[in-house]
């Protein structure tokens, strides 16, 4: 069978919802079987095309192969019968992650500095240490959520997922991410790591105000990798129901 | 035949049928119905590919890959599990089939009495 029709029906079950695995496995075997066939034809005394042509009958209609394979029960990927889990409380999920990681390395490394530096004489750290420390501080907020947003695309196109699904998740991880403030100061006495949010009280008009700019930014980046995708030809399922 | 209202059910059974006496991979297994059936049943060949899996997915089946020929097939194999439910599947045809067979093969004045 030629390779665009097993594409038009990749494409046809993906968008239907049955998981990603299941297709290529599939599409695998009818290429097997397709091949197999086109042997036994030709062995049989026809001609290569006759031989093909006679082969795609017996392996049946597209439309057949579709709907059968739409009937099992089981194949739909987790992602298209849950998305608002997928694209929803994933991010958010993911951005917890993020944190909780970022805070671990974090406390980690701070602890064995201060065991460096503070014993006996305590000495605060040298200026490059409390820059380092300010860069890994936006991880959670900058670089973190922008990442999420990547595999939310990755997960959404894999999957052709709607597009209206993709974007929310990205809008999320992009913008809860933003307004997480992780920042680390020593003033040669003691040092301190704190946590805020601008979307949690006690409100701060500061706080909100920069995750604003971090939103924008991350969006920014967000919308750019999206655009990059796009003029590779990349195209998430607008009209999917999923 | 290719009447779906008659071959519900009919391919799992075959297939499973045909797998619990020796491990197949699909094209083997389509051309054993074939020869088995004597073409009596004619499906698209693809068609058995999603029985297949969602058998496996049921734990009805197993598979394993294996080189033959320097191609990699997927053979599959009956289950335990797969085993009783062959055993339930050819308890349910064989009751249709008796009574389809009563039915049809009964007197014309014995049709009309019922």
Redesign the interface.
Known sequence: MPQPEFESLRQRLLCAGIAPR?VD??LG??R??FD??VREKIAGGLDRRHAEAEARS????ES??AE??L?????RSLVSRYPWAAFVLGPIAMLVAALAATLAIEIAVLTLVSQVYRNPSHLPPPAWFITMVGFWNATPSLVAPVAIAGVVYFVGLRQRMSMRWVLLGAVIACTLGAFQQLTFSDNGYHGELSLVSGLMPPFSRGVFLEGVVRATVNLTVAAGFAWALSRRGVRFSRFSGA | MNNPNFMNGVPELLVLRLLEQQEMYGYELVQAIRARTNDAISLGEGVVYPILHALEQQGALKSRRKAVNGRTRIYYSVTAKGGKHLARLIEQWSRIVEAVTRTVTEAPHAAARI
């Open positions: 299941h496995r599939y075997e009818l097997d079987h197999d066939l017996r392996l049946g209609d057949v192969l059968t394979m009937e099992q029960p089981g194949m």
